[in-house]
């Protein structure tokens, strides 16, 4: 029954659908068998798209953006790398007081040896 309410319901407002918006059609609409006017301006007033300055432009604030991005980084390893030392040094003094660090300070004095 929900099924015939449904497709019933359908059917109405497609054979509805036409009818309500037939008057809206003007002759500017392109039917279906009749040809299109050939109408061209030929003045030069149509304006041009200037994609090559676009492309330059957009090109040179890429490439500011780059400089940003790469100054930014620079700002931020800088505290950065300082904080790792500052943390690797704190590390191997407390490493030397839980007695861990003796073999790997002679690990890394007999690498620096043989370079």
Known sequence: M???VVLSTALFSLS?????FAGEYDDS???CGTPVDNTLTTDNSTPVCDFYTRQLEYRIKA???????LT???NFQGPSKEARRRYEEKLIELNKQRG???DEEENAETAE???
Request: charged share 35%; hydrophobic share 35%; proline share 4%.
């Open 16 to 20: 509805v659908a036409p009818v309500a």
């Open 113 to 115: 040896n043989k370079s």
């Open 2 to 4: 929900r099924k015939f």
């Open 63 to 69: 490439n500011d953006l780059r400089d940003r991005i």
């Open 29 to 31: 609409i392109y039917h």
């Open 100 to 102: 861990i660090i003796k």
């Open 72 to 74: 930014r980084q620079k």
